[in-house]
C-alpha cells in the first residue's frame, strides 16, 4: 500500500464512534477485513480475564445539549468526541451550573475538543471546547445521550502470516479511540500496510487489532499458554505525524527487537527512549510475569503533541509521507528479524582469499574499498559463533542487508556455514 | 537541631585546642555529650593497634613568640593554629635566623595562619601569618612552648541509636582538628543534629567520634570481629561551607550507599566523584583488608577550598542554611536505607486493575498522569523478586519516598508482597 | 637512534622497487640487517600458507613508455610507483587509445602519481600524473615493461631481542612497498630504533619485516604452533606523518596491550579507534582463529592523509620529530608491558604507617601531597590480588612509572609481594 492509500484507509476509519467494546470496533474490523482475512474474536461481558473482568459493551445512538432556541450546542453528530466514552444514558433539562460538572474542556487549546472516557466509573459527560462553553448562557438546556451499557461482547481481530517457523513476530495496534487519526487510525493504516506486504517470512507474523489495555489482557488471558512463541513484539501507534519516529525500548531493554529497530532506525534522525511502564499495551505486554521482547513504535510519542486526545489529532494532521516512512522502517525491522542468523567461519586462520573466488577486487592499492568488500571481512571476521548478523551490523556499523548479502555470498562459497 | 542551633555548637567548640589526644578532644566530647548519650573510650598510650601504636598524649598550657619589647608576636592563647600540633616543650632566647626553620606561614595567601602538625616527628614549631613574619625583626626572640608530651591516652566516643536490625549505619568524624570550623566542627555539628533526629529507625545508628586516622585505626583495631554488621558507612566533614555537596564513592563505587546518596543528591547542584586512597577516614574504612561500604559526604571537598586549613577556616566561613542542608541530604539518605526493600508483585500477569481497588483515577484520556500512580506502576513492574526500591528509583527517575509510598499502598492492597 | 638517524633510514631505503617479493626486499632487509640482527626466511613460490599459496617472484629491469619522438614520457628509472605491482612484461608499440585502459592516473590530486597493485590477477600498467596523461599526444608509443614473475621466493626476515621470559611482544612491519615513505619505511625505522633501544628486557620482543597480506599469512602458517606466546602485538605502519598518534585496538578490545597503549596515549592528542577487519597485518593476527592480541599503531591511519598511496608519500612528508615521537610512546608501551605485575598488599587492615619506614612526609597539614604518596596510597589500596599495576594506572589517573616505583618501594619496605 503506497502512502496516499495508507492515508485514504484513516481517513475511511476515522468518522466511526469506536470504543473499547461495540459496534465502532466491529465496523472498524469489517474495513480492515477488506485488506487483510481476520480471526474476529467476540468475548461475553463478564468473562474473567487476568485480574480484570470484560465489561458492558457500549454503544451510542445519538447525544446533544440542545440550548433554549433549540440549537444543539453540542452535537454527537458532528463529532464523536463530544461524548465522554462509556457515558451512561441521560435525558434531562438543567442550566448550565447543573450541567457545568459534567462539562469537559481544554481552557488553554479554547478551540479543540477533548477526548474523555470514564469505563470502569458510572458517569456521563461532554467534550466541547472553551470557545464553545464561553458562548454557552445560563440555559435550561436539553441533555441526552441516548446511549446503551450492556451485557454484549468485547471485539478485537488477529491477522496472521503463517512463516516456515512457528516463532512469531507480534504487532499489536489499539483499536478503541473514536475519531483520532494519528491515534491510532494511522497505526492501524501501516499495521495492514506491513501484513500485506509480507511474502512467506520466516517467522510467523500475528497482527492484534484490539481495545486497549482490556483488549491486551483478555489476548494474554486467551492466548497465555502459547505467549512463548512470541520472540520479537512493538505495539504500532502514532505512525503518521510530522515527528521523527521514536522507539521505545521493551522491558528487557536489549532484545534482538530492540537492537533491530535502534539499528534501523541509525542514521535516520530519531529519539530511542528507555522502557516504562506507561504508553500503549506494552504495559501489559511488558508486565513481570509476561516479560514479552516488545518495544513500542511511534513518531511523535504517547501524550507527545499539543494535538495528543484532541480534536487536532484529525486526519489533516497526518500526511501519506510519514505513514510511508514508518512502514519502510517496519520493512526494514522486518527483514533483520527475518535475516538474523550466526554463522561460522570455516577458514578462520588468517582471511581467506577471497580475490581466488572472486570476492574481491583485483586491482590493489586503491583507498575507496567498497562496502560490499567491507561486509564480507566484517561477517568473516566476526564469525566466530558468538556474534550473530546484528551484533556485526551494530559493531561494524554496516547496514544490515549488505552483511546478510555478504553472508550469502560467504555461505556459496564454502567460506561460511549457519549454526544450529 | 536548626541550621542556627547547629552554627552555635560549631562556634562553642571552635576555640578549644584538639588534637588527636589531650584534653581538647576530651573538652569536645563532654559538649557532644550535653547532646548525645556518649560512650567515651580512652586507650593508653602504647596500645598496638593495627600496624600503627597509640601515640604519647599531647597538651599545651601556653605558647608565645616575644619580641625584644616583650611583647607576644604569636601567641596560642589567640589562636591554637599558631602551634604546630605535637610540638615538643621548648623555652629559649633565638635570633630569628635561628627561629626561622621552625615558622610555618602561607606566603601566598600572607593574611592566614597555617595549619601544621607533626604527629610520629619529633619536633616543634610556630604558624603565623606571612604578614606577622614580614614584620619581625632580628630579635632576639623569647621562645616558649609550654606543652606536654607523656603516656596518657587516646579519646575517642561513640553514640548508637539502636534499630529494630542489628545492621549498622555508622557516621564517621574526625574530632582532632584545632579551630577549624567547616573541617569539621561542621561534620560534628551535623552528625549530632541527625543523631537527634532519629526515632526508632530499622538499622542501628553508629556515630563514631574519633581523631583521624589513628582513631579511626583504633576503632577498627578494636571492633575488628564486629565490622561485618556495618552495612552503610560515611565520614562526614566540611558539611558546613558554601559550596554544593559532593559524594566520593566508596571502593565498591555501586555499594548501597553510593546509590542512596547519588539518587538523593539527584536534582541539586552536586558533584560525585571516585574512590580514592586519600582524604579521610574513608581511607581506612575502605582498605582493601576491610573494604568496608563507605562513601564521603562533604561540601566542598578535602583540600578543595582556600580557607582550607588555615585561620580562614572560621566560623564565619560556615553557615546556617549549608549546614541545614547537609543535614537534610543525610535524613533523606537515611529514609531510603531505612525504606530500602524488595517487594514480589503477587499479581504479574498484566496489569492489575488499579482502578476497582481505588488506587487509579476514574477519568480516562488525560496526558497528566501523576507520580503517585507512575510510582505504582513502575513498583508493580520492576517487583519481580530482583529489584528493590532503590534499584526502581534509579530506572524511574522517580523520588525513593514516592515509590515508598506506593510500594505501601500495592501492599495494603495485596497486590504485593515483601521478599525475604 | 634519534629522529633525524631514522629520517636517514627512511630516505636510504626510499629508493629501492619493494613488492611482495623480489630483490627491493631483500636489499630492504640488507640495510635493516646493518643494524639488526636478521633471521631471513626465503619461502619458495608454491608453497600453501593457510588459505593461499606463495605466489611466483616478480622482478624489474626497466620499463617506460616512449613518445615518438623517443623521449621517455613515463619512466620507472625516475620512480617505481610507475608500474603496476606484479605487472607482466610488455613491450609493444600502440596509440593512446590502445595504451588508455592500462594507465592510472588521480584526476582530483593531477600532480601526483598513484600506487597500484594487481598480485592475484595477471596485467600490466603504468600509473602516472593526470598532468602527465593531459599532455600526451596520440602517438604511437613504445611501451616496455621489462620484468620477470617467476618461480622464486618469498622473503621476510624477524629479529629477536630475548627476554628472561618466554612471553612475546611482537612488532610486525609491512615491507611490500616501494616508493612510500611514511607508508612503510617509516614504520620500518621506527621498529629498528626500538630494537636497537631495548636492553634485556623482560618480555622476548620479535620484529617481524614480511610483506603485508602474503607475509604476515606465510609467518602464521609458519609458526601455527608458537603464536600463543604472543602475549602482546603491534602493527606498525605509517609511523613519521605529522598527525596526532592513532592506535586501533585489537579484536579483543580491551587487551593488555589496548591497555598499555591507551594509558600510554593518555594526555597526549590521540585518537583511538574500534577494531576494524581492515587496515594492517592485524587483519590476519586478529582473524578469528588466532584472535591474537594485536594492536595497530600508526600516527595518520591506514588511507588516511591525501598523500597516501601516492607519489607526495615521500621523505618529506615524514619528519624526524614525529619519528621521535611515535618512538618514545613505544618505549613508553614496552615500559608498561614490562613493569605490568599484580601486588598484594600484606598490610591490608587500614592504612600501614609509612611514615615509621621511611616512605611518608612526616609535616601534616599541608594539601600539595606528592605524586609518590599517592602512587603508594594507591598500589596499597588496589593490591588485593585483582588489580594489576595497569588496572590501577587506568583507576588512579596516574603514571605508570610513578606505580611502578611505589610499588617497587613498597616491595622493599616488605609491605607487598608479588602474586604468582
Known amino acids: 500500500m503506497t502512502g496516499p492509500e495508507m492515508h485514504a484507509l484513516v481517513e475511511r476509519l476515522y468518522p466511526l464512534c469506536r470504543s473499547i467494546t461495540g459496534d465502532g470496533v466491529r465496523a472498524t474490523l469489517d474495513i480492515v477485513g477488506e485488506h487483510l482475512d481476520l480471526q474476529v474474536h467476540e468475548v461475553p461481558t463478564g468473562t474473567e480475564v487476568l485480574d480484570w473482568t470484560v465489561p458492558r459493551e457500549w454503544n451510542v445512538r445519538d447525544a446533544y445539549i440542545k440550548d433554549p432556541s433549540g440549537r444543539r450546542v453540542v452535537d454527537f453528530r458532528r463529532s464523536n468526541l463530544h461524548v465522554v466514552g462509556y457515558s451512561v444514558p441521560v435525558s434531562a433539562t438543567m442550566s448550565l451550573a447543573e450541567l457545568r460538572p459534567h462539562l469537559h474542556t481544554l481552557p488553554e487549546q479554547p478551540e479543540l475538543v477533548p477526548y474523555r472516557t470514564s469505563y470502569y466509573a458510572e458517569t456521563w459527560g461532554f467534550c466541547l471546547s472553551q470557545d464553545t462553553l464561553d458562548g454557552m448562557g445560563d440555559g435550561p438546556y436539553e441533555v441526552v445521550i441516548d446511549s446503551t451499557l450492556a451485557d454484549g461482547h468485547l471485539t478485537y481481530a488477529e491477522h496472521v502470516v503463517p512463516g516456515t517457523s512457528e516463532d512469531e513476530v507480534m504487532i499489536s495496534c489499539h483499536v478503541c479511540h473514536p475519531s483520532l487519526a494519528n491515534d491510532n487510525l494511522a497505526g492501524i493504516a501501516v499495521a495492514v500496510a506491513l501484513a500485506k506486504s509480507l511474502d512467506q517470512p520466516r517467522h510467523t507474523y500475528r497482527f492484534l487489532f484490539a481495545p486497549g489495555t482490556i483488549g491486551a489482557i483478555t489476548w494474554l488471558a486467551r492466548n497465555r499458554e502459547r505467549v512463548g512463541r512470541v520472540k520479537h513484539g512493538l505495539t504500532l501507534a502514532c505512525a503518521g505525524d510530522p515527528g521523527r519516529l521514536t522507539y521505545k525500548r521493551s522491558r528487557r531493554g536489549e532484545a534482538v527487537i530492540d537492537r533491530a529497530v535502534t539499528h534501523v532506525l541509525g542514521d535516520r534522525p530519531h529519539h530511542v527512549l ?77 582471511e581467506p582469499q577471497l580475490g581466488r573466488r572472486g570476492l574481491y577486487g583485483s586491482l590493489g592499492g586503491r583507498s575507496d574499498t567498497k562496502q560490499a568488500q567491507m561486509a564480507m571481512l566484517w561477517v568473516l571476521n566476526l564469525s566466530d559463533g558468538e556474534h550473530s548478523l546484528l551484533d556485526i551490523a551494530q559493531r561494524s556499523d554496516l547496514p544490515f542487508a549488505a552483511l546478510r548479502e555478504a553472508a550469502t555470498a560467504l555461505l556459496a562459497a564454502g567460506l561460511v556455514k549457519e549454526t544450529a
Chains 1, 2, 3 share one sequence.
Open 274 to 350: 528507555p522502557f516504562s511502564p506507561y504508553g500503549y499495551d506494552e504495559r501489559q505486554f511488558c508486565s513481570p510475569g509476561f516479560n514479552l521482547p516488545f518495544g513500542s513504535l511511534t513518531r511523535t510519542p504517547y501524550a507527545g503533541y499539543p494535538e495528543y486526545h484532541t480534536s487536532g489529532d484529525n486526519p489533516e494532521f497526518v500526511s501519506p509521507s510519514a505513514l510511508a516512512d514508518t512502514l519502510e522502517v517496519l520493512r526494514q525491522v522486518a527483514g533483520v528479524l527475518d535475516g538474523e542468523r550466526t554463522y561460522l567461519n570455516l577458514s578462520p586462520y588468517g
